[in-house]
Nanobody, 119 residues
Framework: QVQLVESGGGLVQAGGSLRLSCAAS????????MGWFRQAPGKEREFVAA????????DATDSVKGRFTISRDNAKNTVYLQMNSLKPEDTAVYYC????????????WGQGTQVTVSS
């Protein structure tokens, strides 16, 4: 079992930056690939970015490439999402998730943190 707690959300003007953090507790954090997802009002949850267990491999959806960076610190059991050049369309609740080693699915989710970008 892995418990995930996101933080760092808030209100920011367009063009600004935020860094989200996701602190993990429970089973060995470094065993899990991690992802960030977001859900805007009235829309389905969508993939934002992911990082391998070692941090050597990352991926991101096209709409955030060049603006968002995912990283992790296994010594601190934390994964980050650095968000730069924010746009109003980035407004959403952001969730971090851990991908199960055996299932290959995102089995564990945090409660989410709200990011609001004003124009």
């Amino acid at each position: 079992q892995v418990q995930l707690v996101e933080s760092g959300g808030g209100l920011v003007q367009a063009g600004g930056s935020l860094r989200l953090s996701c602190a993990a507790s429970g089973r060995t954090f470094s065993s899990y690939a991690m992802g960030w997802f977001r859900q805007a009002p009235g829309k389905e949850r969508e993939f934002v970015a992911a990082i391998s267990w070692s941090g050597s491999s990352t991926d991101a959806t096209d709409s955030v490439k060049g603006r968002f960076t995912i990283s992790r610190d296994n010594a601190k059991n934390t994964v980050y999402l650095q968000m730069n050049s924010l746009k109003p369309e980035d407004t959403a609740v952001y969730y971090c998730a851990a991908r199960g080693v055996t299932t290959g699915q995102y089995d564990y989710w945090g409660q989410g943190t709200q990011v609001t970008v004003s124009s």
